[in-house]
């Protein structure tokens, strides 16, 4: 028989501990945290509002990945689908998310969250770079004509 998914006023169980959880309220949403692993999970669009747009999943999971999304070894508090892993950063630092694919929720284990958002930081800032790289140089419009625009003003051309 599977498992029904807990009501939202209903503590939510630890996937790495299985502890019950406490809510945290924060401004924009209630974050499932765990006060023994230290873990957080995130329902879909919780990072994003709680976090900014640096934690927001459409930031962060874009780009060169040297490793590919697999299957997690934990299962969604949520809705307890088996959760897969999303290798996000580089060389210089690194975490492993899990994401459900059924629900959208996102677990981040105890100090993930500093470096999702570090990982996110990164990519937003990279993006920006490119695209002022890529932005086609135009000329500046000529606000100041000069002598010779002056000039040429008072001889309107027919």
Known sequence: MAKRPPADDQPLQCPRCIKKM????????????????????????????VLGKVADPEVWARGDRKRTPCASEITCPRCHKRMHMHPLGDDTLAVDVDFCLSCGGIWLDGGEVDAVMQIGARS??????????????????????????QYLSLFPKK
């Open 124 to 149: 937003l800032a990279a993006e920006a770079q490119q695209a002022r790289k890529t932005k086609p140089q135009t000329k500046p419009p000529d606000t100041a004509p000069g002598l010779i625009g």
């Open 22 to 49: 406490r809510k945290q309220r924060h401004l924009k949403a209630v974050i499932d945290h765990c006060d023994a692993c230290q873990g957080n999970f995130f329902d879909e669009g919780e990072m994003l509002a």
